[in-house]
């Protein structure tokens, strides 16, 4: 059974920083394409960050150069570091596991940005 299990979400002041963790059982993430999601009030979900199997790294505009996707092997999980935060980045976070043919997703973790 796979399950992947967010946390590290909280409130932060604008220009914090948070980490959000994405541990996995049932399934090895360093052999997954591994995604970072949110979904903000009365919004759709947006991807966020990912990271693929060889360890390419894939932003969205609004991150680059302040979140950071990360693996550890040893731990399985992938993390999210998440700086220099605004307003607009509150949101539920999600993270997905890409399978050939199945993708697996969290609960999700809340951010919220405020101050």
């Known amino acids: 059974q796979v399950q992947l299990v967010e946390s590290g979400g909280g409130l932060v002041q604008p220009g914090g920083s948070l980490r959000l963790s994405c541990a996995a059982s049932g399934i090895i993430l360093s052999s997954t394409y591994v995604g970072w999601y949110r979904q903000g009030a009365g919004k759709q979900r947006e991807w966020v960050a990912s990271?693929?199997?060889?360890?390419?790294?894939y932003y969205v505009n609004s991150g680059k150069g302040r979140f950071t996707i990360s693996r550890n092997n040893a731990e399985n999980t992938v993390y999210l570091q998440m700086d220099s935060l605004k307003p607009e980045d509150t949101a539920v976070y999600f993270c997905?596991?890409?399978?050939?043919?199945?993708?697996?997703w969290g609960q999700g973790t809340q951010v919220t940005v405020s101050s």
């Open positions: 990271i693929t199997s060889d360890s390419r790294l």
């Open positions: 997905s596991a890409k399978t050939p043919g199945r993708e697996y």
